[in-house]
């Protein structure tokens, strides 16, 4: 997609140099994307923040307010509700033992997983290093703290499985 730097200024779209995006990607305003791969026709809704090394497929569909950190996948045909968050650290602190601010030097990011098919629903929180398995349906508010089998549905804080699909 090439949006003209006119449109993405009206729009307060933020994408910097190094993304890669398909074709027929649609961005909505108020969004920030760096360092990111996103897949041909991905819908990318408005207030979404969509970190470095982050790939997202093809014909997904992130909705408003949501934050990919860098270290998530999201395979194709993913379908990500509003306002859901990822975690990419394991142990987050602001510090080091010694007072100065970490740097991404003091951290390692902790790769999750979003399988083919799947579904986030709206203000999931995805914790560090987990997989959504393949046609899975997270439950929306769920908190999700360990892996989802493929095809079965979780829900509840923290999620646990509700059925099989």
Not at 152 to 164: D, H, L, M, Y
């Amino acid at each position: 997609m090439n949006l003209t730097e006119e449109y993405k200024r009206a729009n307060s779209i933020r994408i910097s140099e190094d993304v890669k995006l398909g074709s027929n990607v649609k961005i909505f305003s108020f969004t920030n994307l760096y360092g990111c791969d996103v897949g041909d026709d991905t819908k990318i809704g408005a207030f979404v923040e969509i970190q470095k090394g982050v790939v997202i497929g093809k014909r997904c569909k992130i909705s408003s307010h949501t934050f990919i950190c860098e270290g998530v996948t999201i395979e194709d045909g993913v379908f990500v509700g509003h306002n859901v968050t990822f975690i990419n650290d394991l142990y987050p602190r602001a510090t080091n033992p010694d007072g100065n601010l970490q740097t991404e030097s003091d951290w390692k990011v902790t790769p999750t997983l979003i399988a083919r098919g799947s579904s986030i629903g709206s203000s999931c929180t995805i914790l560090a290093g987990v997989t959504v398995g393949e046609g899975a349906i997270v439950g929306a508010g769920a908190v999700v703290t360990k892996d989802v089998a493929p095809h079965t549905i979780v829900a509840g804080v923290p999620a646990k499985v509700f059925r099989n699909l």
